[in-house]
């Protein structure tokens, strides 16, 4: 789990996904808004049509809790931002997950490299 102060919750996730920029793959997509705060924060959502699983859902929350964790502090300027996580992505190794992720905050020019 993220930190309590790096945890995006309640209308800023609402926010974010009304009004943030957004870029898709195949599995995950990824929506981000400026920061009021001068942290970045971040959230992961995983709806009932990814799998009907809770125990499902959440493995795969967990890994990109892992994968998103230590990118959080190098977000410059701070965002929030929301991972919404689609159906294909069901089958996808941790290697694969973290790809696709890295490959979105890159074209999304959220990190740098």
Do not use: C, H, Y
């Not at 995983?46 to 990118?71: H, S, W, Y």
């Not at 959080?72 to 069901?90: D, M, R």
């Amino acid at each position: 789990m993220f930190p309590k102060t790096r945890r995006l919750t309640g209308k800023a996730v609402v926010f974010v996904i009304r009004r943030g920029r957004a870029l898709s793959g195949p599995g995950i997509r990824i929506k981000w808004a400026p920061a009021s705060r001068s942290v970045s924060r971040a959230t992961i959502v995983t709806p009932l049509a990814f799998d009907k699983r809770a125990t499902r859902r959440n493995r795969i929350k967990r890994q990109l809790r892992e994968i998103l964790g230590p990118l959080l502090t190098q977000f410059n300027p701070p965002v929030n931002l929301v991972v919404l996580v689609s159906g294909q992505a069901k089958g996808k190794s941790f290697a694969g997950l973290k790809a696709e992720l890295m490959a979105l905050l890159r074209k999304g020019r959220l990190l740098s490299g």
